[in-house]
């Protein structure tokens, strides 16, 4: 079983990141859970989400918070300074960042994996969101699954079509574009 | 649930058994029933005429015209006439205005807009053919409304008159701004089509006599108004015009003016009209009143009037002596001050020694009206002179009746009105008919404390507005137009209804028995009614009271 | 076709309402059931769903209009949560006397004060003696499967029910969810058929006075209903697998067979227990889960035969009846007295107000039940700064620092 957290402020698309991504894997014969931390929400604050996807020979499902979560989406760089986003995480774990930043300038140390995508500036691109507000959400699922491959980007599309409520095209395009051009970096 | 015996022989949940709900009757759990009573509004209360106002003002908001102008016709033929010269008594005490400070309902106008609108719709027809002849003598708004309802109870009437024209006061008396004379004729006009035959230029004691109208009618009303000024007194009295004269001539089309400056002796409602004719004829106009403001029998409406068409008012005066100087009067005026009141409850006019002269080129006077009664046989009179009447103006004759102003002195046109329906009814009783008449027993006053404002709009009141190019001195037209059916429609809606039932439908809404039925309107179940009294906190008119089952018969 | 989405558990609630064609929703919004009756809304104003969907002002009054729409022939439908359920109390019990098989979902929130939108279980079980059926989810497709569970045994006994979930937990999780074939719930699910037929041609009186002769047969015949409405769930339950492919029990074991020690549980908590009880069985305890889905009517028979000769049964109570124990717990031993081979019952409250109850926290009351000899009725799991324990003897109230300063 495979446990997902998403750091992210309000408005940015961190809940419809998670329903997405299990989507994704749901689409490929996985077993999945989506929830968002149940806190007031609004524009800005910061908000977690979560996921858990199936592995082969999984065959129960436990429902209680996720602590120790294998792999993090950050949504917004500056929540790596704020809101402690790396607590919790298991050692070889992928840190996959928005950021226009190359991995190995994050600071992070190097038990974890990082992978960083100018997520903002695919979003904008494609005007998702506002030039001040951009959604990133399918973009930074773009760099995740380029970075863990834990679903293609096959479903991933797919779940974006299924998930992403307007503009699908771009938010396709948005996925796409995060897959390729996202930055690696292996540092065990 | 009788003959249930075992838990089988239950139905599965709490329902009657019969199809009708013969267990259920919660009507037998009352102690008091609410009832739809028959109580009066103040406004019909203080109409001399008693005309159940809330009454036709909800026919009118239901578009009930005919009804609305049956339900006035049945106290008041002349809702045209009392629509435009009423002192509208009935607003005196509205609810409305008592309980919320607002102002009362614009009755008057919403009755003259109804009168206007009635001239389109028919009269009640005239009940079977009595053949008996009756005359009526004086064809102003007493005898027109014997008229009427003697002719309406199926009796011929003949009205007698000693001008040219039907209408006494209304058309000779009542300046044509307040009162045109198309709306007498026309009025006059209906008279005629229920087919009331006048005659005119004839007068009691010139031409016949009452013995020779005896002879000739099953019965005589009697209402030759009061015609005469009364004497002032004052030294020189023969220098002074009589302003009821001065009223004739100006609605012949006749009056003069004697110069440009004049003077009205007196403080009632001729006086106001002789001053404003005056003035729309050009004169300077001075009123000379021994009194102030405050004592005035004047209708506090044609005292404003007056003061809004430029006439000055001297208080506290009165003229001793007139005396001629050229063409000029010279008038010598006596000031006065207001010692204890009188019997009339009015503070009396004490003379203070004082006095000074004015000066004018014509004196009117107009100090009150008297009848000249000498025209009637002696063993009519009583030892003042006066025609000794019974209350519904019976005479020693058994079939001689006299009312109105005749009767009073002056007063008001719906008193002179009531005056000839109640001798009318005397008059159809007495031949030994019984023709249908609203009834006169006193009902009790909703009082403003019953009233429910919650479910009340509330607009602003309408008053008749003032007629365009009407307001200039020097114009006769009516002064003020009849309000249009929408403003009609927005002032009934601050009516509070009190005592009427408008099926507003509140007790339906509030009953949590649904033990209103509503048909046309709301009717009380009283089998299902269980004398919350609910219904009768929220009626808005206060119609529903309860009443003590006890007291109410079984029979 | 049945299809597979992937919904949280209020949609699944939703298309519950939705497959069991109920005709009449009346609702008033609250969360965590918000999505529930918003869905419905719009699938009623689409035209998806040809129901009427009335708006109230006050659960009081949803309840109210459920009960006027049953007794008038049609199916009706609510959903509400905490602080709602309490307020519908008194229509509760008028749809029970009116022996209207109404069918709400409650998604389990803490009630306040403190004010908390977070999960327990006391909202739903305050509501235990009213004479409602009451089902416990577990999983987002129970969120759907059980309202037309519910409805089907509900419109046979002429009782209503109501499905519990679980606050966020299942109410806003997102999970793969099959939405059966509509012919197929159609075929499970006949048109409701009602009672008393309200016809305005024979006016009669419903919910009227009753006096002390004729009341209480018509409550023996809700006792007597709500019993039969017992084996009346096994068999929709069983027919639930034959038509809709899944079978439904009131009560659900795992691993019971060897068992020594049992834990029950009831609601969503129920997947990290079961979890627990694996890694249990892979440290060597034999140990097993009873999960408790119908507790009203309580099946006290099922109990009864399953607990006998166990070594311990530790209950974990997502609730707390203040001054006696969890409510599951007390159940569990008022059905076993007397009874032969009765084990001892370890009452354990766990997860008030939304705290996290995990596989650990199963695996540290297994802990304590291991070693612990007397049966205690509320040991208390998680209360910061206390062992697992019963109460402590010698608590006093503390008030706030600010008044003694004033003072």
Redesign the interface.
Known sequence: MIELRIHGRGGQGAVVASKTLAQAAFQAGRYVQSYPDYGVERRGAPVVAFARIAEPGDDLFVRQDIREPHHLLILDSTLLDSANPLAGLRNGGWVVVNTSDPPDSLGIVPRFRVATVDASEIARRHQLGTAAQPVVNTAILGAFVRATSIVSLDDLLTAIDHEVPVKVEENRMAATEAFEQTQLEVTV | ?SG?EH?DD?P?????L????T??KTGAWRSVRPIFANRMAPCSAGCPAGVRIPAYIDDIKEGRLEAAYATVTARNPFPRITGRVCPHMCEDNCNLAITTGEESISIRSIERWLGDAGMDLPDPAADAETGKRIAVVGSGPAGMAAAYYLRRTGHEVTVFDQRPQPGGILRYGIPEYRLPSEVVDEEIARLESMEINFHNNVALGRDFTLDDLEAAYAAVFIATGAGQEKLTGIDGEGLLESGLDFLEAANRGTATLPGPRCAVVGGGNVAMDVARVLRRLGADVSVLYRRTANEMPAIAEEYEHAVADGVHFHWLVLPRTIKKDGAQLRVTVEEMWLGEPDESGRLRPEPTGVTCEMHFDGVFSAIGETADTGVFPPRLRNDDGWLDLGEDGETVDQMVFAGGDLATGPATVIEAIVAGRRAARAIDEQLGFSAVWPAEEPLEVVPPKDINLTYMPHHDRSDDHAAAGATAPASFAEETDTLSEAEILEEIDRCLSCGHCNNCGTCFVFCPDGAIIWDDGPRIDHEFCKGCGICVAECPGHVMVLVNERDVSHA | MPERLLLTGNHAAAYGAMLSKAEVISAYPITPQTMIVELLSELTASGRMPAKFITVESEHSAMAACVGASSAGARAYTATSGQGLALMHEMLHWAVGARLPIVLTNVSRAMAPGWSIWCDQNDILSQRDVGWMMLFAESVQEAQDFIIWMYRVAEQVFLPGMVGMDAFILSHTAEPLIVHDQDAVDAYLPKFEPLYDLDPAQPRAYGGLVNRDHYFELRYKIYENMDRAGQLLVEAGEEFGDVLGHKYTPLEGYLLDDAEYVFVSAGAMTSNVRQAVRDMREKGIKAGLLRVIAFRPFPIDGIRSILAGRRKVAVLDRNMSAGHSGIFAEEIRSALLGQPDAPPVYGYIVGIGGRDVRVETAMDICDDVLVREEPEMALFVGVKGLPIGPLRKDASIRPLQPLEVMR
């Open positions: 649930m249930l838990v239950y599965e949940i709490p329902v009657s019969a199809s009708t709900s267990i259920l």
